[in-house]
């Protein structure tokens, strides 16, 4: 009776034991689970009463006493590791050690976060999981939403099964798997490509009473922003839209240029100067309150300084060169200038990294300064840049600096400027509303052969929100990571778990019990 007991006790644990392990595979609690706990439970009781006697005397034994207190050990641990992982779910903390924090989200992102006032429902609709790319996916996924949800309380997030629950599907009409709706009623987003950079956008259209708009002006050869070649603007625009500003083109001989209906204006390369109407037309936009951002190439093209003179800023008739050995050490083009170090401005603060300018001419200061400006430099070439004054059109050879005729560098290509307008110009006022211009000698680092190089891309974004006035939105922008995925198969995944989970955790206890064992033989 006292071996059946014994027996009877083992098997019980051996059932619950099951039982839990089998709960850890599926994931998934059932009334199975349930009669196998119960009938362990039983098995263990009856074990124990049939073999009371036998139990009690093990009890007065010091081996007892050594047993108890290890078992007892053994459950504060287990209870430690359970509140850590309380802990771990509700404060979603991760070490990203990668280059550039590239598995982390973005400072911009982050802002947009803090800055919600409203709550945001995301409902991903995902795919069927029958390859392991759909679980890569679904996994990676579900890792950024818990980002999301953990750098904000107005974050809410689930996951549907568009084949299950169909109501659903057809209420925000989803024509594909994986979607993302973005809702902050009454304003819906559908994301079908979610990334970092996407869904952020979103987010900012839904929760955004204001609509921005900016404009790029054209007339002059000036670059397109729905150009896709790489001359073109098209992945800044993009980028522009993603974040929630809305895009239009705009001849000044045409169309009457308004700051209600633009809250920036983007002269980019024009190859012509502009006619003093034009001027006209920007300056009297400016004094209502809008902003310019200017990109002026090296000649022959416009250098529009009848336009930023008023502004303090005079471009040269001249092409920068840079020959520092980190141009050549990155291998870009010959005499590119790269600016490497950045001054103090809400726009350049914080750049981690290099920008490459591909064509430049440098600009100065007009002295005397107009009244009421405020100009600080953003950018300035390296000690090995100089200009060529003399020949501002690319020779065929490699560019030589000549002493005596070229302008050694370092050289300012871009200026942020600051200019009292209006009523309180003329008054005096001691804290009057300001028009902002950021003026760039070089449009090629925005276009889209150069704007995923390096910070080109932050940089520009950068400008735009601070002519803007969303100051709080300036960060550098979300990193699109080299992703490696490992892909295993359904069966690879098992084999893989019952691995490390089960059998790797059992050689120790089996170790133990061999021990035991054959200690017990010896005696």
């Known amino acids: 009776m006292v071996r059946l007991a014994r027996y009877a006790s083992l098997a019980g644990l051996f059932i619950m034991l099951a039982a839990l392990l089998h709960f850890g595979v599926v994931n998934r609690w059932n009334y199975g689970h349930w009669l196998a706990l119960t009938m362990g439970g039983v098995l ?100 950024l939403l818990r980002e999301y949800s953990a750098r904000s309380p107005h974050i809410h997030w689930q996951m549907i099964d568009p084949d299950r629950q169909r109501e659903q599907a057809r209420r ?9 709706v973005v809702e902050c009623p009454p304003r819906v987003e559908l994301v079908e490509q979610p990334d970092e950079s996407v869904l952020t956008g979103a987010i900012l259209k839904v929760v955004s009473d204001e609509t921005k708009r900016v404009f790029f002006s054209t007339g002059h050869g000036e670059r397109s922003p729905a150009n896709p070649s790489g001359y073109g603007f098209s992945l800044a625009s993009a980028a522009l839209q993603n974040r929630n500003y809305e895009l239009g083109q705009i001849n000044l001989l045409q169309e009457k240029l308004t700051v209600e209906e633009c809250r920036l204006l983007i002269i980019a390369g024009p ?49 920068i060169y840079d020959d520092s050995q980190a141009g050549r050490v990155l291998g870009t083009e010959v005499g590119a200038p790269l600016v490497t170090r950045y001054p103090d401005h809400p726009i350049t603060r914080g750049m981690p990294v290099m920008t490459i300018f591909p064509s430049a001419r440098s600009l100065e200061r007009v002295s005397p300064w107009p009244e009421g400006i405020t100009l600080q430099y953003l950018l300035r070439t390296n000690p090995g840049s100089w200009s060529e004054r003399d020949s501002p059109i690319p020779p065929p050879a490699e560019p030589q600096f000549n002493p005596g005729t070229d302008l050694i560098g370092p050289l300012d290509i871009g200026f942020a400027v600051e200019r009292v307008v209006g ?38 974004l950068n400008m735009v ?22 892909l295993l198969t359904e069966v690879e995944r098992r084999s893989v778990y019952y691995l490390t989970v089960i059998i790797l955790p059992l050689v120790p206890l089996l170790a133990g019990i061999a021990v035991l064992f054959f200690r017990r033989r010896r005696r």
């Open 44 to 143: 263990v009781g009856v074990g124990v009463a049939l073999n009371l006697a036998v139990w009690r005397q093990a009890l007065r034994r010091r081996q007892a006493a050594e047993g108890i207190h290890f078992f007892v050990t053994g459950v504060l641990l287990l209870v430690v590791l359970l509140l850590l992982n309380l802990l771990a779910v509700r404060h979603n903390w991760r070490w990203d050690s990668t280059p550039n924090q590239q598995y982390s989200l973005s400072a911009y992102t982050v802002q947009v976060l803090q800055n919600l006032e409203h709550d945001v429902h995301l409902r991903v609709f995902l795919a069927p999981v029958d390859q392991p790319e759909a679980i890569q996916f679904r996994e990676s996924l579900r890792s």
């Open 172 to 180: 925000y009409n989803i024509q594909y798997y994986n979607t993302i």
């Open 271 to 319: 190859k012509k100067e502009w006619a003093l109407g034009e001027i006209e037309a920007v300056e009297e936009y400016v004094r209502a309150g809008g902003a310019l951002l200017v990109m002026v190439d090296p000649p022959p093209d416009a250098a529009l300084a009848t336009l930023l003179k008023t502004w303090g800023v005079q471009p040269r008739l001249d092409r």
């Open 423 to 460: 009523q309180a110009a003329e008054a005096g006022d001691t804290s009057p509303p300001a028009a902002r211009l950021v003026v760039v000698g070089d449009s090629d680092f925005v276009t889209n052969a150069y704007f995923n190089q390096f910070s080109n891309g932050d940089l520009f």
């Open 465 to 486: 929100n601070w002519l803007t006035a969303e100051e709080d939105l300036i960060a550098i922008q979300p990193r699109d990571p080299a992703n490696v995925p490992i």
